[in-house]
């Protein structure tokens, strides 16, 4: 098949179209236009330019919608494209966006659309929402706020900023109580809480659970608490390279207690191997570390702040 005939063939059978015959599907509170989130048991599919093209957050796979094919199936080039060409007229489910009128877009820049909103205060709903909802401490809320990562998002939810190695805000990760999300136009590259230059870098992969192991851990001194926001982009992964890159660093796998979250531990794991940095295991008791700071709560109260207060199974590696 001609170069040309493969272009149009691209342009006939998007990329959800193969996810959807082959069982995943699309996660709504996690997905925007720009970037749609496929969901089949532990694996996940990221769908982006206009559905021609994808990558997958927990591999190192990504291209257009025949690597798609080869990715999923195990099949050679052939082979995918033979069943890319079975898919011209299927039409995958629309989301729920398409079928309402178009957003504009945002008319100012990350940085601009950033500091246009206020910090939290208390009593404001996003502080509330945090507090009361969340169960975090109000020494971490104002640890963040003064490190300019924190702003009120709308109808109470909360922005938690993504920065660079010079501190220029790149996106934000967005959650309320009937919203999750991350900052349109925006990029994923750090949440960070914590002292730059601590030798202690705990990985999580929501800036809540950054968050809420910092609560249940007293805000330690030492530690720079971390959130890739469920992503594991290139550039995400040369930020915890530049972070580990240093004398007497320990690296903490800190991630979610299930399939997703082993993933993820076992690529920072990997690249502590390959650094030459200590590591280690830190696996909450619920399914994340927002679920065992409500735990605590719930059990009276944070008597056991200034250290995790329940056995872990820690690997060293």
């Known amino acids: 098949m001609e170069k040309a005939e493969l272009e149009r063939l691209k342009d006939k059978v998007p990329c959800a ?8 599907a699309l996660d709504l509170k996690e997905s925007t236009r720009r970037a749609m989130k496929f969901r089949r048991d532990a694996a996940i599919i990221i769908v982006i330019h206009d559905g021609r093209g994808w990558f997958d957050p927990l591999s190192d796979g990504k291209g257009d919608v025949f690597r798609l094919v080869e990715h999923l199936n195990g099949v050679p080039f052939i082979e995918a494209m033979k069943e890319v060409t079975g898919l011209v007229g299927f039409v995958p489910t629309t989301p729920q966006w398409d079928r ?4 504009r877009e945002p008319d100012l820049s990350i940085p601009e659309r950033w500091q246009a909103r206020r910090n939290p205060w208390r009593g404001s709903a996003t502080w509330r929402y945090l507090i009361e909802a969340r169960r975090l401490t109000e020494p971490v809320l104002r640890a963040v706020i003064a490190a300019g990562s924190l702003r009120e998002g709308p ?5 938690a900023a993504h920065k660079d190695a010079d501190g ?5 990760e967005e ?4 919203w999750r999300g991350f900052a349109t136009g925006g990029a994923k590259v750090l949440f960070r809480l914590g002292h730059r230059d601590a030798l202690r870098l705990c990985v999580t992969e929501a800036a809540i659970d950054a968050m809420s192991l910092a609560a249940i851990e007293g805000l330690r001194s030492d530690t720079l608490y971390l959130s890739t926001g469920g992503g594991w982009s290139p550039v995400t992964n040369a930020a915890i390279r530049a972070l580990v890159n ?7 796998a800190a991630t979610d207690n299930n399939k997703q979250g082993d993933v ?30 409500k735990g605590m709560g719930e059990a009276g109260g944070m008597e056991g ?7 872990r199974r820690p690997r060293q590696g």
């Open 175 to 178: 959650r309320g109580p009937d």
């Open 305 to 311: 702040k200034g250290g995790v207060p329940h056995a």
């Open 264 to 293: 993820y531990a076992q690529r920072l794991m990997t690249l502590a191997g390959e650094v030459g940095c200590s590591a280690e295991r830190l696996r909450p008791l619920a399914d994340d570390w927002n679920g065992d700071l």
């Open 155 to 159: 109808r109470g939810s909360m922005w």
């Open 246 to 252: 240093r004398p007497g660093i320990q690296l903490v």
């Open 17 to 24: 179209a193969v996810l959807e015959r082959t069982g995943f």
């Open 168 to 172: 220029i805000v790149t996106g934000w």
């Open 100 to 103: 309402q009128s178009r957003e």
